[in-house]
């Protein structure tokens, strides 16, 4: 068998075929299974760090509202929910506080030590096997100022979230795929091997028989026979003898075809040349034809007027000025790298100091694939670009305008923070966003300077407006940046603070009233020592927009009325009580 093949041309070819066909497809399917373990455990690690994120998250308002109890039902929701085999959560040092999916009896797997000493630096991952593959995603809950009240602020985590997912599932998959690709390979295989047999007995063996009987032809004499040089093969051998008789012939007959074309080709570029030369010469623009060695081929005369250079240089632009910014010839040498059209602008010195500005349009010429030349149009845009400098300094100028007007409009001169008017805007922005986003938080806070008509009585108005705008200053220099600090009226201020529980902001006000009560003001005959009384509120869902306002100027006025330099928070059960009254 091995011998009747080594015979055979065709099947010689159709074994090799199918044995590189073969061993492409083994590769294939090793790499295709390999690929897509490593995509599903990708994908997998994913999921679970945006459910990680979730848990996390839930678990953290709960335990910042004091419902400590909700936490297991959490992590018992979300492994019910995701299909997830357990969820453990642990303390900071890995013991553990609750668990979901675990049974009595079963063990709890501790952190391994390498991701426990790892993971305040961020999410980890732990792909192991204890009697079936699974994946483990450990995700550290973050100890921040809102929980320093139950954990302290020198602990880094306030505990570690684990979640195991089962790997199980996939390994049936990848088998079920790899016997699928295996049976059609088989079924592909023997397809192929029968197919090729008879094609190759079609197409080898029919031409080697024609080739012999081409080549009676031709020792006969006949010259009208044309084969293809085959290679090395059984064919070539056929070949060799006749291709080197038809080689003489075509030879003479291509030498001669060459001549005649070339005389055409030099004719018809003659009669294009004397075309193109009277259309450059009417062009108001300066135009060039360059070849591949950056020769000038053709030109007019004014393009020797906008680029005074060119005079020196004696029909050759140099090829360091096609490689560096030299104007405007740079757009030459891009064309000749890419064969695409480029536009570019520059500008040149002058005698006097004076600028010329040039655009400068690049086209490549085509001959059989290649570019042969390039058309280079170059045109004097000093004027247009005179008048655009000068529109964009004119916007300019209008544009700072506007944006110091804009300013203007939403700030106390006084104080330099913002006015009554932008917060009334802002405060309204706040609370529709308040709407759209699920679980926010806005609260706000009113300030007012205790016994402030007493002391500009006393020191004088002037000695008043530095004590307000002392104010507005450390206001400013301690709230977050998302925070905004306005003038309400008067000595009253207040802020608007996003994304803020109303315990955060009443803790944030006593802060604020400490500050001002320990900070020395400047007078005009010394330091001038002052109070403040504070008014917290936040706003409920559902009520008009200017209801956190009321209950915040409540607030305030109760502060005032229990003494002054104190801080009032209203609670929304107060406000939603007061409200059922009202209606």
Same mark, same amino acid.
């Given at each position: 068998?091995?011998?009747?093949?080594?015979?055979?041309?065709?099947?010689?070819?159709?074994?090799?075929?199918?044995?590189?066909?073969?061993?492409?497809i083994g590769g294939f399917t090793a790499m295709d299974i390999r690929i897509m373990r490593k995509d599903t455990i990708r994908t997998s690690e994913r999921n679970l760090a945006a459910l990680a994120g979730t848990v996390k998250g839930n678990v953290?308002?709960?335990?910042?509202?004091?419902?400590?109890?909700?936490?297991?039902?959490?992590?018992?929701?979300?492994?019910?929910?995701?299909?997830?085999?357990?969820?453990?959560?642990?303390?900071?040092?890995?013991?553990?506080?609750?668990?979901?999916?675990?049974?009595?009896?079963?063990?709890?797997?501790?952190?391994p030590p390498s991701v426990l000493a790892a993971i305040a630096s961020g999410d980890r991952s732990d792909l192991h096997d204890h009697g079936t593959a699974s994946l483990s995603y450990y995700s550290p809950i973050a100890n921040q100022a809102p929980?320093?009240?139950?954990?302290?602020?020198?602990?880094?985590?306030?505990?570690?979230?684990?979640?195991?997912?089962?790997?199980?599932?996939?390994?049936?998959?990848?088998?079920?795929?790899?016997?699928?690709?295996?049976?059609?390979?088989?079924?592909?295989?023997?397809?192929?091997?029968?197919?090729?047999?008879?094609?190759?007995?079609?197409?080898?063996?029919?031409?080697?028989?024609?080739?012999?009987?081409?080549?009676?032809?031709?020792?006969?004499?006949?010259?009208?026979?044309?084969?293809?040089?085959?290679?090395?093969?059984e064919l070539a051998v056929l070949q060799r003898g006749f291709i080197s008789m038809l080689d003489r012939i075509n030879s003479l007959h291509r030498a001669n075809f060459d001549k005649e074309k070339e005389l055409a080709h030099n004719r018809e570029?003659?009669?294009?040349?004397?075309?193109?030369?009277?259309?450059?010469? *009417?062009?108001?623009?300066?135009?060039? #034809?360059?070849? /591949?060695?950056?020769?000038?081929?053709? @030109? &007019?005369? +004014?393009?020797?007027?906008?680029?005074?250079?060119?005079?020196?240089?004696?029909?050759?632009?140099?090829?360091?000025?096609?490689?560096?910014?030299?104007?405007?010839?740079?757009?030459?040498?891009?064309?000749?790298?890419?064969?695409?059209?480029?536009?570019?602008?520059?500008?040149?010195?002058?005698?006097?100091?004076?600028?010329?500005?040039?655009?400068?349009?690049?086209?490549?010429?085509?001959?059989?694939?290649?570019?042969?030349?390039?058309?280079?149009?170059?045109?004097?845009?000093?004027?247009?670009?005179?008048?655009?400098?000068?529109?964009?300094?004119?916007?300019?100028?209008?544009?700072? *305008?506007?944006?110091?007007?804009?300013? #203007?409009?939403? /700030?106390?001169?006084?104080?330099?923070? @913002? &006015?009554? +008017?932008?917060?009334?805007?802002?405060?309204?922005?706040?609370?529709?966003?308040?709407?759209?986003?699920?679980?926010?938080?806005?609260?706000?806070?009113?300030?007012?300077?205790?016994?402030?008509?007493?002391?500009?009585?006393?020191?004088?108005?002037?000695?008043?407006?530095?004590?307000?705008?002392?104010?507005?200053?450390?206001?400013?220099?301690?709230?977050?940046?998302?925070?905004?600090?306005?003038?309400?009226?008067?000595?009253?201020?207040?802020?608007?603070?996003?994304?803020?529980?109303?315990?955060?902001?009443?803790?944030?006000?006593?802060?604020?009233?400490?500050?001002?009560?320990?900070?020395?003001?400047?007078?005009?005959?010394?330091?001038?020592?002052?109070?403040?009384?504070?008014?917290?509120?936040?706003?409920?869902?559902?009520?008009?927009?200017?209801?956190?306002?009321?209950?915040?100027?409540?607030?305030?006025?109760?502060?005032?009325?229990?003494?002054?330099?104190?801080?009032?928070?209203?609670?929304?059960?107060?406000?939603?009580?007061?409200?059922?009254?009202?209606?």
């Open positions: 068998m091995v011998r009747f093949i080594q015979r055979s041309l065709e099947l010689r070819i159709a074994v090799a075929l199918v044995i590189v066909l073969a061993a492409v953290i308002a709960a335990m910042r509202r004091g419902n400590h109890l909700d936490v297991q039902r959490i992590i018992e929701e979300a492994r019910s929910s995701f299909g997830i085999d357990r969820i453990v959560i642990y303390d900071e040092e890995g013991k553990l506080l609750r668990r979901s999916g675990i049974g009595p009896g079963e063990r709890t797997l501790p952190i929980c320093y009240r139950c954990h302290g602020s020198d602990r880094l985590l306030n505990g570690i979230l684990r979640i195991d997912f089962s790997l199980q599932g996939i390994e049936p998959l990848i088998t079920a795929r790899r016997n699928s690709i295996l049976l059609w390979t088989t079924i592909m295989v023997a397809l192929l091997m029968t197919v090729l047999v008879a094609l190759l007995r079609h197409f080898v063996h029919t031409p080697v028989e024609e080739l012999r009987r081409a080549m009676a032809r031709a020792e006969a004499g006949d010259e009208n026979i044309l084969l293809p040089d085959t290679g090395s093969d570029a003659m009669r294009f040349r004397n075309e193109l030369q009277s259309m450059f010469n *009417a062009m108001p623009d300066g135009v060039l #034809l360059v070849d /591949t060695s950056m020769r000038i081929i053709q @030109s &007019n005369p +004014r393009v020797y007027e906008l680029v005074p250079a060119l005079e020196k240089a004696g029909g050759v632009i140099k090829p360091d000025c096609v490689q560096k910014e030299c104007c405007p010839f740079r757009g030459i040498g891009e064309v000749l790298k890419s064969a695409a059209m480029m536009e570019s602008q520059c500008s040149i010195s002058l005698r006097g100091g004076d600028a010329r500005h040039l655009h400068s349009i690049c086209a490549p010429v085509m001959e059989e694939g290649r570019v042969a030349y390039v058309v280079q149009v170059v045109r004097d845009i000093t004027e247009r670009v005179k008048t655009e400098r000068e529109l964009e300094e004119r916007t300019s100028e209008l544009v700072a *305008a506007n944006r110091l007007l804009s300013q #203007l409009a939403q /700030t106390d001169s006084l104080t330099e923070v @913002s &006015n009554r +008017r932008y917060f009334d805007e802002l405060l309204d922005r706040e609370i529709k966003g308040h709407s759209r986003r699920k679980n926010s938080q806005l609260s706000l806070m009113m300030i007012d300077i205790d016994h402030f008509k007493l002391l500009n009585d006393r020191l004088g108005h002037l000695a008043g407006d530095t004590v307000l705008r002392e104010l507005a200053k450390m206001l400013g220099e301690n709230v977050r940046e998302t925070d905004t600090v306005a003038r309400f009226g008067g000595e009253e201020f207040v802020i608007v603070m996003p994304d803020t529980h109303l315990d955060g902001a009443g803790y944030h006000a006593e802060v604020l009233r400490k500050k001002v009560e320990a900070r020395p003001f400047p007078g005009p005959d010394g330091p001038v020592r002052m109070t403040v009384s504070i008014g917290v509120a936040a706003y409920v869902s559902g009520s008009p927009s200017q209801e956190v306002l009321r209950s915040a100027d409540r607030a305030l006025y109760e502060a005032k009325e229990g003494g002054r330099n104190r801080v009032v928070v209203i609670r929304p059960e107060a406000v939603v009580k007061e409200q059922g009254s009202v209606g």
